[in-house]
Structures are given as C-alpha cells and as structure tokens.
C-alpha cells in the first residue's frame, strides 16, 4: 500500500524537525569550540567569524582533560570486554540449557532495569568503602560492568534464541565439544548481537555521570563527564570556549563508534530483542 503524497510530505517535515533539533546542539557545541570567549559571550548563537584553536589548547594544556579521557576510555574498554566475556556464555546458557529457576533469573534480569540507581547510592558506597574501592578505576569498571550484564545477558539471550540449534548438533557429531562448537560455530554467527552489546556496555560507561560522581574524589581518577561537570575558570565563572571544546572531544569516540557499528547495532538489537 502506498502512501499518500501528503503523508509523505508530513512524514519527511516531522523527519527534518526531529533532525534539526537533534544536531542543533552538536552544531552549537562545534561553533562554539572554535570561537574565542569574547565572541561567545557577546553572541551566544552565531557561525564563528574567524576559527581559533585556542580553546583545544587550553584544555589540554591547563586542565587535566588528557588524563580523564584516558581514564573513561580504560574504564569503557576493560567494562566492555568484561561484559562480552560474562553475558556471551551466559546468554549462550540462558538460551540452550533448561535448570532450575532459569525463568525466575529471567525475571530478575529485567528487574534490574526497573529500579533506579539511586536507591543504591548508600548500598554501593558503603560496600565499595569496605573493599578500598572508592577513588579508584577498579571501582568504577566493576560499577560499570555491573550495571551493564544483565540487559546483555537479556539481549544476548534473544539473540542466541535464532541461530538453529541443528548447527551446534552437527558440530558435536563431528566431534566438537560444547565448548569448541559455542567458539567455533555459534560466537561467528552472533556477532552483530555481541557487538551491539559491546556499544551498548561502551556508552553506558562512557556517559555514566553520577555513580562516577559518588565513587571518584580527585581529578586524576575523574571521568569526562564528572570533568565536564566541573570545568569552571577563575572564581568559579564557567568557560564556555574551553567547556565546548572539551565537550565536542568527549563526544566524537562515541559517535564514530556508532557510526561504524550501526548496521551490527541495529541488526543485534532487533534480532536480540524480539522473539
């Protein structure tokens, strides 16, 4: 059935309103970080008259931004390799073996995306104080990592659901355990879904402000986003030159991270979570 020509009309009006205000701010940010303060200042929204670099020079040069991007891509990098390493075998798991409390796990799984993070702050704080943690990057990719297993397990477990049992069969007759036929046979044919696990884990940890907040107290274990939040000049007064420089590199590893994966994103999420 065709559309009408109004529809479509509609359609793609609602499409460029919607893409509009959504790369307004990205445009802002990137106007804004090649002006200098001054210009900011007089003319908050307006196309820079002459770009300057001295905004990129100022954070790299008289603030710790080298040191917190380093800190968040470590943090991101070591909690997506734990969660693919955690939920491929239990989602592969939650998907093949039937045992005892399997759909009460399930339910549990989803629980989790229920309640608010907040209600852990007091939970988390004091436990993580009792191990030494608070401060730490260890803390953080545990935080992270925790907080990232079980929509994967979930999606990984939906995913794992589509690929035909009769391939791991073939692989055991031909003499393949379990094991080696999950490595060589089901892992290849789930990388779209391990992969939009792996950007789902990379951005949750990489934008995660406020448990970041909580755990981190001096500005060399800060994330970006607890950098961001505090990146203020002389008496307090926050600079808006240097703030959208800052803020235009914090944002560029997720976007081409999503650029390049999201055909695997959208592939593994719709394939993962829908039965």
């Known amino acids: 059935m065709r559309m009408s020509r109004s529809k479509r009309v509609l359609l793609h009006s609602v499409a460029v309103v919607?893409?509009?205000?959504f790369t307004f701010p990205l445009l802002l940010m990137f106007m804004n970080a090649v002006r200098t303060?001054?210009?900011?200042?007089?003319?908050?929204?307006?196309?820079?008259?002459?770009?300057?670099?001295v905004n990129f020079v100022e954070i790299f040069r008289d603030s710790t931004f080298s040191a917190n991007f380093?800190?968040?891509?470590?943090?991101?990098?070591?909690?997506?390799?734990?969660t693919i390493v955690v939920t491929a075998p239990a989602g592969y798991a939650m998907s093949r073996f039937r045992f005892r409390g399997k759909g009460l796990f399930s339910m549990w799984l989803?629980?989790?995306?229920?309640?608010?993070?907040?209600i852990m702050v007091l939970g988390v704080f004091t436990i993580f104080r009792a191990f030494d943690l608070i401060n730490t990057r260890t803390g953080l990719i545990i935080m992270h990592t925790s907080f990232s297993i079980p929509f994967s397990i979930w999606l990984l477990k939906g995913y794992f659901d589509r690929i035909p049992a009769a391939l791991e069969e073939a692989a055991l007759i031909d003499g393949c355990s379990r094991l080696r036929a999950l490595i060589r046979v089901v892992l290849p044919l789930a990388v779209p879904g391990i992969l939009a696990v792996g950007t789902f884990s990379f951005l949750l940890s990489w934008n995660e402000f406020f448990f970041a907040l909580i755990i981190t107290r001096s500005e060399g274990v800060f994330t970006l986003p607890v950098f961001l939040s505090r990146f203020v000049g002389m008496s307090g007064v926050v600079r808006w030159g240097p703030l959208s420089a800052a803020a235009l590199l914090?944002?560029?590893?997720?976007l081409f991270l999503f650029m390049l994966g999201q055909r695997y994103l959208v592939s593994g999420l719709t394939q993962?979570?829908?039965k």
């Open 18 to 21: 919607y893409v509009i205000l």
């Open 110 to 118: 989803l629980a989790t995306q229920a309640f608010p993070g907040i």
């Open 272 to 274: 993962g979570g829908v």
């Open 70 to 82: 380093r800190n968040s891509f470590l943090v991101a990098g070591v909690t997506v390799l734990l």
């Open 250 to 254: 914090s944002t560029l590893p997720a």
């Open 37 to 53: 303060e001054g210009d900011i200042i007089r003319d908050p929204v307006a196309l820079p008259h002459h770009a300057t670099s």
